[in-house]
């Protein structure tokens, strides 16, 4: 142990403090290792439909033989807009597969967010499930969008998926009418994109592991969002590390098969990275397909054992909010992985009252695959902290020159390991690392004695909803297009449900501008949890003698109107 990394010293028996994702040539190698050691267990349900690691192969390289078949360059890029649902895995796998990258898009994108993914990384071909198609349609004509696979809910479920299909078209009528009928967009649907495919024939590329794998989407300071470079390295290198720091309690578990509760939205990074370290380890996946309905969640809980529950704050206090949660059985839950925004203690300390396991917190971020540091796995109090630095991560406090701190003075944390991106699509990412390689995370923290890591604030002026990134510059730039304001400013305020909430100030024109206009504009413009819940308006924003906006100002004045706060 250096002197530099006091935490090495608090790593349980059989972490190691180091791995070595070149033991694998290439993500597949991996992903291939994963399909041949557990073909027979199963890797999915949802909806009482269960897929094995085999049923999942098998789609994946369907999927894979039929994009090549479309005659895409190597390193092309193919967006997947998909809930939880049994087609996204293989989907996501087989565009890998093919020699492509990945860039997976939140399906609750409005047209203005999703056309500039689409254009920013790329994308010619998408796969889309068409409860999201009308917000593709919207944009289309605006992207290099050649091809799209539209795919239904329960397109991998059998005989059950024509009663869900028409169930959710028919009945809860949760698919907008959309047209997309114009040939140049070579409509396919995901079945016939299955049954051609297992007839093709399929090349296996060549790779390496510094090629690109994923663009994933990190909110941007500038109003965009940034496209994060993952490589097939940092991908390989997130699943050997999640799967290193969970063995002290997962080589405990002694059934049959493991189930994981995935009710993390996959193209989330956070699940994602949960599902490298499920299937390292061949564990089912409980796909949740929509986990704001509460009531359907325990429903599936109750069905069968779960041995590992992952969710942000705010899932772990709605389900403790529901009376019937308290009826389930917890007897096999063995990790309550807390991660996507701070936890708090009271919902640490009724999660622990309610099914007997400690919710163990962590940190982690786009760029790192959402690896980075955790709390050891064996702890079974929770602690407030971020934990550690985990195997092969080393981390950094600095000052606003460049100098490292001492302990138990506050920073910005700067990471590195070989899970942490390289840099953004499109940009010059210099300023993000440090002269010594290390990337600027944004984030101010302190590190104390023994190496535990306690989160403080941001520098940036990040917004944490639900676990989601929110930038206030973001929405200011959409806000102003709204008739009637003649400027705003963002900023993030407590909330007990959602970690933060989002509020605006607005200079309005006149008295015309409401609260309904300002929330409706807002819900035709963003995402959900982008979306503005608190709203004042003033007649001046603060602003610095070059006419920036001074937030912190506005952050005083929010806690000095709500002393109760």
Known sequence: MTPNKPWLAHYPNG????????????IMELYEECFERFRLHPMSICMGVTHTYDDVDKASLAVAAWLQAQG??????VALMMPNVPQYLPTMIGILRAGYVCTPVNPLYTGRELRHQLNDSGAQVIFVVDNFAQALEQV????????????????????????????????????PKYKLNDPKHEVTKFPDVLKKGKSLPFHKPKMQLDQKAFLQYTGGTTGLSKGAILTQRNIVAAAMQSEAWTKPITSEINEVYIN????????????????????????????????????????????????????????????????????LDF????ISQAGGMAATEQTAARWLEVTGCAMIEGWGMTEGVAVGTA???????????????V??????????????????EA??????????????LNRDSSDDFTADGYFRTGDIVSMDEKGYFRLLDRKKDMILVSGFNVFPNEVESVMLDCDGIIDCAVIGIPDEHQGEAVKIYIVPADNNVTKDVIKEFALDNMTGYKCPRHIEFVSELPKSNVGKVLRQKLREKHMSDNPQL
């Open 15 to 26: 972490v190691p403090k180091t791995i070595n994702p070149d033991r694998y040539s290439s």
């Open 72 to 77: 895409l360059p190597q390193g092309s890029v």
């Open 140 to 175: 289309i004509d605006e992207t290099n969008i050649k091809r799209i696979v539209l795919s239904k809910m329960g397109d991998m479920m059998g005989l059950k998926g024509i009663l869900v299909n028409t169930i959710i078209r028919q009945v809860k009528r949760l698919v």
């Open 260 to 327: 994981m509760v995935m009710a993390l939205p996959l193209y989330h990074i956070f699940a994602f990275m949960l599902s490298l370290l499920g299937m390292r380890s061949g564990y089912t996946f409980i796909l949740i397909p929509n986990p704001r309905d509460i009531p359907g969640f325990i429903k599936t809980l109750s069905k069968q054992p779960f041995h590992i529950l992952p969710a942000v704050n705010t899932l772990f206090k709605g389900l403790l909010d529901h009376p019937n949660f308290k009826e």
């Open 331 to 334: 007897s096999s839950l063995r």
């Open 375 to 389: 709390n050891v796995i064996t702890d079974r109090k929770f602690n407030g902290t971020i934990g550690v630095p």
């Open 391 to 408: 195997s092969s991560v080393d981390v950094i406090v600095i000052d606003d020159e460049g100098n490292r701190v001492g302990v138990n």
């Open 411 to 424: 920073g910005e944390m700067c990471v590195k390991g070989p899970n942490v991106t390289s840099g953004y």
